[in-house]
């Protein structure tokens, strides 16, 4: 078994755009600039957007977060978002979801212009995707995709079997693994909630991504002996054996299925440092105006 080491690779990536952005200031061109908007005090949605700020920093993009009161009308938001859209300093922005209830998200990001959407959540970047054009692709799915395309992974041909039906993960990454482009290619089945004989199916996978948001549901009699893994989960879990008194766990009963597999993503450090990272190579993208020129 191989562990699909997403800490290095993020970092790997890391340093490739922090050398691009090196090479932008030394022509004496801005370094690209993301800004994310932040509504109340969701303490797992403070600890992201300060995550991305220091991710931004370690590359040497210049970052910028726009906090809001729960209680924020949705107008005003809207106008947020139109600001950061004309802002010519901005390349790209997110927004922090959730939003609190009376704020219609669907409404705030197709506010978003999709040449500034770096989360790729914008129906013209799912769009766009969906059909093979250039387009912003949001973090898990891209992250998962550069970690397939980092490990050399060969996907053409083989049965892709994913777990959940989310517009954030298993959709899109279904989408671009059936894709002409590689990674893709592959034979792709989707699973979800009404999926009957389920454990057949997931044995049947060459390659199993797993994004179902449910602790240890994978079990090593759900997987071929061979198969590459793909652990999207991230959950915390109390634990005796930790100074914290907490340990992460995946979707995945890692202990029993890694042993099954050619290749799995480890939680943590498999797929969560990709996603932080996709977003700095979609904010590099839009400075450099590669998919909307
Ligand atoms: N909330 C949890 N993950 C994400 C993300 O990738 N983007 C945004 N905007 N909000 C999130």
């Given at each position: 078994?191989?562990?699909?080491?997403?800490?290095?690779?993020?970092?790997?990536?890391?340093?490739?755009?922090?050398?691009?952005?090196?090479?932008?200031?030394?022509?004496e061109e801005r370094?690209?600039?993301?800004?994310?908007?932040?509504?109340?005090?969701?303490?797992?949605?403070?600890?992201?957007?300060?995550?991305?700020?220091?991710?931004?920093?370690?590359?040497?993009?210049?970052?910028?977060?726009?906090?809001?009161?729960?209680?924020?009308?949705?107008?005003?938001?809207?106008?947020?978002?139109?600001?950061?859209?004309?802002?010519?300093?901005?390349?790209?922005?997110?927004?922090?979801?959730?939003?609190?209830?009376?704020?219609?998200?669907?409404?705030?990001?197709?506010?978003?212009?999709?040449?500034?959407?770096?989360?790729?959540?914008?129906?013209?970047?799912?769009?766009?995707?969906?059909?093979?054009?250039?387009?912003?692709?949001?973090?898990?799915?891209?992250?998962?995709?550069?970690?397939?395309?980092?490990?050399?992974?060969?996907?053409?041909?083989?049965?892709?079997?994913?777990?959940?039906?989310?517009?954030?993960?298993?959709?899109?990454?279904?989408?671009?693994?059936?894709?002409?482009?590689?990674?893709?290619?592959?034979?792709?089945?989707?699973?979800?909630?009404?999926?009957?004989?389920?454990?057949?199916?997931?044995?049947?996978?060459?390659?199993?991504i797993v994004a179902?948001?449910?602790?240890?549901?994978?079990?090593?009699?759900?997987?071929?002996?061979?198969?590459?893994?793909?652990?999207?989960?991230?959950?915390?879990?109390?634990?005796?054996?930790?100074?914290?008194?907490?340990?992460?766990?995946?979707?995945?009963?890692?202990?029993?299925?890694?042993?099954?597999?050619?290749?799995?993503?480890?939680?943590?450090?498999?797929?969560?440092?990709?996603?932080?990272?996709?977003?700095?190579?979609?904010?590099?993208?839009?400075?450099?105006?590669?998919i909307y020129p």
């Amino acid at each position: 078994m191989n562990l699909i080491d997403g800490k290095k690779i993020a970092a790997e990536i890391k340093q490739e755009i922090a050398l691009e952005v090196k090479k932008m200031i030394d022509k004496e061109e801005r370094p690209p600039h993301l800004a994310a908007i932040l509504v109340g005090n969701d303490p797992a949605s403070e600890t992201y957007v300060n995550s991305k700020a220091k991710a931004c920093k370690e590359v040497g993009f210049d970052s910028s977060t726009y906090k809001f009161e729960s209680n924020i009308e949705e107008e005003e938001l809207l106008k947020t978002v139109e600001f950061l859209n004309n802002d010519p300093d901005i390349d790209g922005f997110i927004v922090q979801l959730p939003l609190p209830d009376h704020i219609d998200e669907q409404k705030v990001i197709q506010a978003i212009s999709p040449r500034k959407d770096v989360d790729g959540f914008h129906p013209e970047n799912v769009g766009r995707m969906t059909i093979g054009l250039p387009a912003y692709v949001s973090a898990t799915p891209n992250g998962i995709m550069e970690l397939l395309k980092r490990s050399d992974m060969k996907t053409a041909g083989k049965n892709c079997v994913i777990l959940g039906r989310s517009n954030i993960v298993g959709r899109p990454v279904s989408i671009l693994m059936s894709r002409t482009t590689e990674p893709g290619n592959a034979t792709v089945t989707v699973c979800h909630s009404k999926t009957q004989n389920l454990a057949a199916i997931t044995a049947s996978a060459d390659i199993l991504i797993v994004a179902i948001g449910r602790p240890e549901f994978v079990t090593a009699d759900m997987v071929k002996e061979g198969a590459v893994v793909i652990d999207v989960g991230i959950h915390r879990v109390p634990s005796a054996k930790t100074k914290s008194g907490f340990r992460l766990i995946g979707d995945v009963k890692y202990d029993e299925v890694a042993p099954k597999t050619s290749q799995i993503t480890p939680v943590p450090g498999g797929v969560g440092p990709m996603t932080i990272v996709s977003l700095l190579m979609n904010t590099l993208r839009a400075r450099k105006n590669e998919i909307y020129p």
